[in-house]
Nanobody
Framework: QVQLVESGGGLVQAGGSLRLSCAASGRTFGSYVMGWYRQAPGKEREFVASATDYSESVKGRFTISRDSAKNTVNLQMTNLKPEDTAIYYC??????????????????WGQGTQVTVSS
C-alpha cells in the first residue's frame, strides 16, 4: 500500500509557473506507476501526466519527474493558463496511467492541491 501527499499548489497569474510535489510513503514505492490528474469545478477528473504520456492540453508546458531516492513525483507547470485551474491529484497504480483509463479504477490518491490561475 502507498500513501500520497501533494504540495505546491497556489495562486498564480497566467503565464506563470508552479511546481507540484507528491510525497509517497510505503516500502514498495518503486513498484507503482505514478501520475497526475486534475479536476475542475463541475467537470470530471482528467488525466494530466505520467512518465510515458501527457494530455494534449499540457504537452510542452508540463513536465513530470520522479525522484526514487526521495519517494517523490513532481509536476513542473509552466506557461499556465486559466483553464489549468483545478484541484490536482497525485495517483498511483500497478498499471499504466493514461487518458484511456477510467480514473475511478485507480486505487491510490492523494488529498489534492488547489491550483488557481488568474487571467
Amino acid at each position: 500500500q502507498v500513501q500520497l501527499v501533494e504540495s505546491g499548489g497556489g495562486l498564480v497569474q497566467a503565464g506563470g509557473s508552479l511546481r507540484l510535489s507528491c510525497a509517497a510513503s510505503g516500502r514498495t514505492f518503486g513498484s507503482y506507476v505514478m501520475g497526475w490528474y486534475r479536476q475542475a469545478p463541475g467537470k470530471e477528473r482528467e488525466f494530466v501526466a505520467s512518465a510515458t504520456d501527457y494530455s494534449e492540453s499540457v504537452k510542452g508546458r508540463f513536465t513530470i519527474s520522479r525522484d526514487s531516492a526521495k519517494n517523490t513525483v513532481n509536476l513542473q507547470m509552466t506557461n499556465l493558463k486559466p483553464e489549468d485551474t483545478a484541484i490536482y491529484y497525485c495517483a498511483a497504480d500497478w498499471r499504466i496511467l493514461g487518458p484511456q483509463r477510467n480514473w475511478r479504477t485507480i486505487p491510490y490518491w492523494g488529498q489534492g492541491t488547489q491550483v488557481t490561475v488568474s487571467s
